[in-house]
């Protein structure tokens, strides 16, 4: 399997068709997956935003100060406001806010993004991205994943992960089949959009380099049972269930700064 980026791509633009843009500059082979950087999806569909269009309410305002408080800086509640519209829940609203988002990915401040967004304050997901990614498919009659970058649990850093995709099934279900010793596998089922965005994010870097399309060459899905089943349903999340329940304890986190400080004289 190779990758490599698509060059030449210009600034995108409301309106734009991604899939035409990507059409002009690579010749897909077949069986070639195309990963997409959901920046250049959502200013296509004019997912750019200013401040100026979110009234905060009082929720907003009490997120925000909270939040600037801890921060030890002011946070502008039009900005909760934008997270706070974009959002289905907020699992956690202190220290960070938590966002599931209307099309069901967790991640913090709902996926907005305010870096390399040069007609607007703030860049929106898109509202359905595996739609988004069904309409580029269409235009290159090739798979698409639609990517972002996002934090992880337990451990330091972003990676790419999968927005929305179509023409390759989510994960393979490895459910049923055998180990090398023959033992039955009984719940494995590995994330090969997710895979694919984290390889491709390799590539298209998390700065300045303008290469938002990696196209994917030689990949193969494999003789398993495909799966779609990547966003967890809330029923049975455990951890979603938990966070719920969490309430932010600032006097605790401030001992643990203390002790973590008086370890480093030691």
Request: aromatic share 4%.
């Amino acid at each position: 399997m190779e990758l490599f980026a698509v060059e030449g791509l210009p600034e995108v633009r409301p309106g734009d068709d991604v899939g035409e843009l990507v059409a002009e500059r690579v010749d897909l082979e077949e069986g070639d997956v195309v990963c997409v950087s959901h920046s250049i999806v959502s200013k296509a569909e004019g997912r750019g935003v200013d401040l100026s269009e979110f009234d905060p309410g009082p929720r907003a305002r009490a997120i925000a100060e909270r939040i600037g408080e801890l921060a030890g800086e002011e946070k502008d509640p039009r900005f909760a406001q934008a997270v706070l519209d974009e959002s289905e829940e907020l699992l956690t609203e202190e220290p960070l806010m938590l966002a599931v988002t209307r099309f069901g990915h967790i991640t913090v401040n709902a996926g907005i993004d305010r870096s390399n967004v040069p007609d607007s304050e703030l860049l929106l997901l898109p509202e359905e991205p595996s739609a988004s990614a069904e309409r580029i498919s269409e235009t290159l009659d090739a798979p698409v994943v639609v990517t972002d970058t996002s934090g992880r649990p337990f451990r330091q850093g972003q990676r790419g992960v999968a927005l929305g995709w179509a023409g390759v099934p989510a994960a393979r279900d490895w459910r049923g089949e055998s180990d090398r010793d023959g033992r039955e596998l009984g719940v494995t089922v590995e994330a090969v959009v997710d895979e694919l965005a984290a390889a491709a994010n390799l590539l298209t870097g998390e700065g300045d380099d303008g290469l938002p399309v990696v196209v994917v060459r030689d990949f193969e899905f494999g003789d398993h049972e495909p799966h779609d089943g990547l966003f967890r349903s809330s029923g049975g999340d455990y951890v979603r269930d938990a966070l719920r329940e969490w309430e932010y304890d600032k006097q605790r986190l401030r001992d643990s700064d203390e002790d973590e400080s008086d370890g480093d004289h030691q």
